[in-house]
């Protein structure tokens, strides 16, 4: 990608009390490129997320977005900016229906009171657009399945028209075919021109629909590699930190049983 | 059935469709089949409340053939209004999922404060009231407060009002523990004896034609913009039935009353309240997030809803509502006293909001269930009374009746759960 990044972490650290969470991190997100996040278990993959989204004020470092240096210090910082987050627990109002979901906090208003036929029929557009299939945008959430609701969640953080979405394990509790379509989803915020930001585990998912990885290994950059021209394998050395690693050494040892 | 198969999600092809556009395209047949998925998902509505009504009023019609009077139904509109509007305030805390065990307590300390407030202190008795209901905001507010702010649980935290607020109760009504309030200001409005219109007949069918007109006009408005909007909108023959609905209820109601003496005010007052009230928890945005806080707390602070700024003006909306319940309830004995704190005003109003269809678990419910389960209510109380049963008996069933309730709320949740829907 040649354009400037839409966001960019330079330097990023972060530390809570004794834990330095966050050492001299550097991420860049382009307009339509899907970045998978990747690291394992406290890497510290939330906490850059969450520093992304406000929730935890970086400590040095600088965050660029669109080539201007911006401070992040509280959730609304970045949603004015375009930052939109899907967290894990999805925190969606079971009672509600799919419309008022998608508007909570957000409501369109005619002379002062709710206009839900503004609100249907935008959520319509958006869902078509999106291809997102659901029986019905007045059903309560309740009524939905889990891929349903990981993709109404996605849809809701679109409303605000941002420029990134950072998705945190988003097919982490879904089936397969659940799976796929919000991986289809993903494939749409890119064609829309959005940066992404997917953290996952599922090296599957990773390679069906990130452009680039970056790896995350004990809150230090550890690589970032284009999809496309990476095998799995150095992938997982890099998360793990070694070429010698748990995964090498199975696969050694299945080879010399196979022989 | 054809329009089954265009309903299942799985089979459908495309792009979000609404399922009832399909559904109601078939008219009347068509919303009917979708009301029997409905029962059987678990979304009962008011259906049982109202086979329990006429359940109910065919009992004690056989009891008694004097039951299905004129005099009986202006009795049950004119004494379910008090507790009524306890309920309504009610009807805020549960669909956040609370409870305010304090609106008994607060409408006995109202009626002393405006009594003492109105007769000792010879107080302009309009600005009484004003004072009154502030009173009750404020108190209100601080159970919100201590709830939301501190942590307190709300079941607690209104416990220990409905003891500290009787206890000022009985400290203002000192020692002769009862003030008889002057036959003025809105005591008077509230009095058995103060019709709309002064009783003329016409007052009840000019209400009547006034709620089936603003039904009909309201749905019809409504179904243009949708269908101009292109989104699905009821079809003319829902929007018919359901003023049909309404003129049997709302003129029967009128003619019924006014062969006794026409609609008392305290029941207009009461059904404005309600409209308004209704007007506020699904129209507007305040009620909209009054609904997501009772369905997740979690995602409405992510919304950038203010949960604690919700929970202490529900809270306040509750207290100022037991405040005019207390006004309303005094009114009915034109005085102030002891039993003005009855903890069975408490019960009554709990027991309405929940047997009129609001659930006890928060983000479902609507205040017309504060109208529904008193009529429940009264039409018991005054059945048993003719039949001359004593208080005793009166609890007993009242309490049944609300275990039967709340059975049919925790149940209905279970099929939803079980059908996905909760
Ligand atoms: N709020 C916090 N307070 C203290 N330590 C934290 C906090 N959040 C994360 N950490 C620490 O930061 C490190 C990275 O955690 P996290 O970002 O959640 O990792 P990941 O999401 O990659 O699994 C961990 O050592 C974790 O204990
Ligand atoms: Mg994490």
């Known amino acids: ?259 | 059935m054809s329009n089954d198969t265009k309903t299942t999600p799985n089979t459908m092809p495309g792009p979000a469709v609404d399922p009832r556009l399909l559904q109601r395209e078939s008219g009347l047949s068509g919303y009917l089949t979708e009301f029997v998925r409905k029962v059987r998902g678990g979304d009962l509505g008011s259906l049982p409340v109202i086979i329990g009504l006429i359940v109910i009023w065919l009992v004690f019609s056989l009891n008694d053939d004097k039951y299905f009077a004129a005099s009986t139904a202006e009795f049950i509109a004119y004494y379910m209004v008090g507790i009524g509007l306890l309920a309504v305030g009610l009807v805020f805390v549960l669909l956040l999922g609370e409870i305010d065990l304090s609106v008994g307590a607060v409408s006995g300390l109202a009626a002393a404060v405006y009594a003492v407030l109105s007769v000792n202190d010879h107080v302009d008795p309009w600005l009484a009231v004003l004072l009154t209901l502030l009173t009750g905001t404020a108190i209100g507010a601080l159970h919100g407060f201590v709830f939301a702010k501190i942590g307190v649980p709300a079941f607690i935290v209104t416990l220990a009002g409905f003891l500290a607020w009787q206890g000022v109760m009985l400290w203002l009504l000192g020692n002769s523990g009862t003030i008889n309030l002057d036959d003025k200001g809105l005591n008077h409005f509230l009095s058995g004896n103060s019709y709309f219109l002064g009783g003329d007949i016409s007052g009840a069918y000019i209400l009547a034609v006034l709620a089936v007109a603003s039904l009909l006009f309201g749905g019809f408005s409504e179904q243009r913009r949708r269908r101009s909007a292109g989104v699905p909108f009821k079809p003319t023959s829902e929007l018919v039935l359901r003023a049909a609905l309404l003129a049997i209820g709302a003129f029967g109601a009128a003619y019924v009353l006014n062969q006794a003496s026409g609609v008392p005010n305290a029941l207009v007052l009461f059904l404005a309240l309600l409209i308004i009230c209704d007007f506020v928890l699904r129209r507007t945005s305040y009620g909209r997030k009054i609904f997501a806080v009772g369905g997740n707390i979690e995602a409405s602070r992510r919304a950038g809803i203010s949960v604690p700024a919700i929970r202490i003006s529900v809270y306040a909306i509750s207290g100022t509502f037991a405040a005019l319940g207390g006004l309303a309830i005094a009114a009915t004995t034109n005085a102030a006293g002891q039993a003005g704190g009855d903890p069975n005003n408490l019960m009554m109003a709990i027991a309405a909001a929940v047997i009129g269809g609001t659930s006890l678990f928060g983000g479902r419910g609507r205040v017309w269930s504060a109208l529904l389960g008193m009529l429940v209510i009264e039409s018991i109380n005054a059945g048993l009374y003719m039949l001359g049963l004593t208080l005793d008996i009166q609890y007993m069933i009242t309490g049944g009746v609300l275990l039967a309730a709340v059975v049919v709320d925790s149940l209905s949740r279970r099929t939803q759960k079980s059908s996905g829907r909760a």
Request: hydrophobic fraction near 45%; charge should be negative.
């Open chain 1, 1 to 259: 990608m040649t354009s400037a990044p839409v966001l960019a972490l330079r330097g990023v650290s972060k530390r809570f009390g004794a834990v330095q969470a966050l050492t001299d991190v550097e991420l860049e997100v382009h307009a339509g490129e899907v970045v998978a996040l990747v690291g394992d278990n406290g890497a510290g993959k939330s906490t850059l997320v969450k520093t992304i989204a406000g929730v935890h004020p970086i400590d040095d470092g600088q965050i660029e977005w669109e080539g201007r240096p911006v401070h992040i210090n509280r959730p609304q910082d970045a949603q004015h900016l375009g930052v939109a987050t899907v967290y894990q627990d999805l925190a969606l109002c079971d009672n509600l229906d799919v419309v008022n979901n998608l508007f909570l906090g957000r409501e369109l208003k005619r002379r002062g009171t709710l206009d839900e036929v503004a609100m249907e029929q935008k959520a319509r557009e958006l869902l078509d657009t999106l291809s997102i299939r659901i029986p019905s945008v007045r059903i309560p959430i309740a009524s939905l399945s889990g891929g349903q609701r990981q993709v109404v969640a996605i849809a809701r953080s679109l409303i605000g028209e941002p420029k990134i979405v950072i998705l945190d394990e988003p097919t982490a509790a879904l089936g397969v075919e659940q799976t796929a379509q919000v991986l289809d989803l993903v494939e749409r915020l890119r064609e829309r021109g959005l940066g992404v930001i997917l953290i996952s585990h599922n090296m599957a998912d990773v390679r069906a629909v990130a452009d680039t990885v970056a790896v995350l290994r004990l809150g230090k950059n550890n690589g970032t590699f284009p999809v496309q021209q990476t095998t799995q394998e150095t992938i997982i050395a890099a998360i793990t930190g070694a070429t010698e690693n748990a995964v090498t050494r199975r696969a050694a040892r299945t080879a010399e049983a196979a022989k």
